[in-house]
């Protein structure tokens, strides 16, 4: 229930600025300030933290002007301004005449002295927006991800970590090490060895994310349950970690994708071609870049270890080999990481690779770079990907009908309010009304059509009103809004009933 209380509060602030946040919320909420920072972690994937652009502040029309001065960023126009403060002050601008001052800059760039001054420091860290990228996460999903990340995070510090692997072929623990440069050595008929690498400062961490990687991915394949132990150092001490079955159990969950020796053979060809294509066509990979996948994906009663992941902006697209039919993989295992794969993208987008038919799972079977971009670009075309202020609001008014002048001073921080929404309400479907915010107008026609005759009920619209946007200051000014679009007559039977009950 904390988690849900946490993703809540998340939820809530999206579209407000990380100054705006307060950090003490989740560690008051946790009662500890360790347990609230792994939570948060586990929550990153969802909620980022994106620098506003200038045409959210100044209007698409305004920025595309700055951007014929060549005032792209909120470092172009700072140092616009510093020239100006050289070439016109000696370089320096009293306190007393910075008003005046940046008025002065502004005005040939058609722009506010205000405006200025907040676009100087958009992209400072305060400033920030908090933006969910897809859906909400559930607290189960979190909590499953939290005790597999907790596992990883303690193997990163190991020097070394003995796993026993019934049923695992000595072939695909050496494939699986040698993808991760992981030094490996069999200590028994089904027992390997792996070591950790101390860096320079006397810390197993650096290396010890490739080491946790390679001990998940031999855990995941193994036929029957693993066990093991790792030899761990924190804060200096060694200390053994037991990986019992109560560790295993939720490294384990019942449905797992990962890749096999074909597997991975298969994901190198396809690193192989993704590398030709960005040298042969001169960045036709569409923006999209290609780095080793070292975390897995984990929901409740799933997880998928992918190979790769590719991003581009806020997107990430994690690729999960999949056994081909012709590798043998038409049995249990198949079926079982399509059903992983299934689950897993309810919370994060994935692609397999190989052939998924019969699944809802998007996948490119073959090597083919060409295609996988393709494919890319089809799963992120309908995911929300970080929504910009008036993009939060767009969602929010129509799935609501209205919000709130609060709100919107919240998410855009303050200003002309009708103009800054003028993007929303150009079309005509919504509208700003004084005193009340965004409204759809199909919500005012509703409570427009509850209106009959020459005479108006002004409690029973008001109580309608209420039904829709609670009862307060909001509700007075909705009320007052749809009867100046008509006459309002009172009922002859008792006039002066009629007009107390109005005020």
């Known amino acids: 229930p904390k988690v849900e209380l946490a993703t809540g509060y998340l939820d809530g602030m999206v579209g407000r600025r990380r100054g705006d946040l307060s950090p003490d919320v989740v560690i008051e909420l946790f009662g500890d300030p360790k347990l609230a920072r792994c939570v948060l972690a586990c929550l990153a994937d969802s909620y980022r933290y994106r620098t506003p652009t200038i045409a959210e502040i ?47 800059v502004a005005g040939p760039l058609g722009l506010t002295g205000d405006q200025v001054e907040s676009l100087l420091h958009l992209d400072a860290e305060r400033n920030a927006l908090l933006i969910r990228v897809g859906p909400r996460p559930r607290g189960e999903d979190v909590v499953a991800r939290y005790n597999v990340m907790l596992a990883l995070s303690v193997l990163r510090h190991a ?31 089904e027992a390997v060895r792996l070591a950790g690498r101390q860096s320079s400062l006397g810390g197993w961490g650096q290396f010890g994310a490739r080491v946790a990687r390679c ?29 019992d079955g109560f560790v295993v159990g939720a490294l384990r969950p019942p449905l797992r994708a990962v890749a096999g020796a074909e597997g991975v ?17 001169g960045g036709g990979s569409n923006g999209w870049t290609m780095r080793r996948a070292l975390e897995p994906l984990v929901v409740e009663g799933a997880i998928a270890l992918p190979e790769w992941l590719f991003t581009r902006d806020q997107d990430a697209v994690a690729v999960v080999p999949v056994a081909s039919p012709a590798a043998g993989g038409e049995g249990t295992d198949r079926r079982q990481a399509l ?3 299934e689950r897993v993208r309810t919370a994060r987008p994935v692609l397999a690779l190989g052939e998924a038919a019969g699944s809802a799972v998007p996948a490119v079977d073959g090597e083919d770079a060409v295609a996988l971009v393709a494919r890319l670009e089809e799963i992120v075309a309908g995911r929300d990907s970080g929504r ?91 009320t007052l809004h749809l009867l100046g679009r008509h006459a309002v007559l009172a009922a002859p039977s008792d006039e002066g009933a009629a007009v107390d009950r109005a005020a």
């Open 265 to 281: 053979v298969r994901s190198a060809l396809l690193s192989d071609g993704v590398t030709a294509l960005r040298r042969k066509s």
């Open 339 to 341: 059903a992983a794969l």
């Open 58 to 104: 100044v209007g698409e029309e305004t920025a595309l002007a700055l951007a014929g001065w060549e005032l792209l960023t909120p470092t172009d126009l700072r140092a616009h301004v510093y020239r100006s403060a050289n070439s016109e002050s000696g370089g320096f601008v009293a306190p007393e005449r910075r008003s005046a001052f940046l008025a002065e």
């Open 159 to 189: 020097s070394e970590v003995t796993l026993e692997l019934p049923g695992l072929d000595r072939s695909t623990i050496e494939t699986v090490c040698s993808r991760l440069e992981v030094p490996a050595r069999h200590v028994g008929a």
């Open 388 to 478: 910009t202020p008036l993009g939060l609001l767009t969602d929010e008014v129509l799935s609501v009908g209205w919000v709130s002048t609060d709100r919107l001073g919240d998410v855009l921080g303050g200003g002309d309010l009708p103009d800054r929404v003028r993007p929303i309400t150009v079309e005509g479907e919504t509208v700003f009304v004084p005193g009340v915010g965004l409204c759809r107008v199909s919500l005012l026609d509703d409570l427009l059509d509850q209106l009959s005759g020459d005479a108006v009920d002004v409690a029973a619209l008001r109580r309608a009103v209420a039904d829709r946007v609670g009862v307060g200051a909001t509700a007075d000014a909705l």
């Open 215 to 243: 001990a998940i991915h031999l855990i995941l394949l193994a036929p029957r349950a693993p066990s093991g132990r790792a030899l761990v150092h924190l804060n200096g001490q060694p200390l053994a970690f037991a990986l």
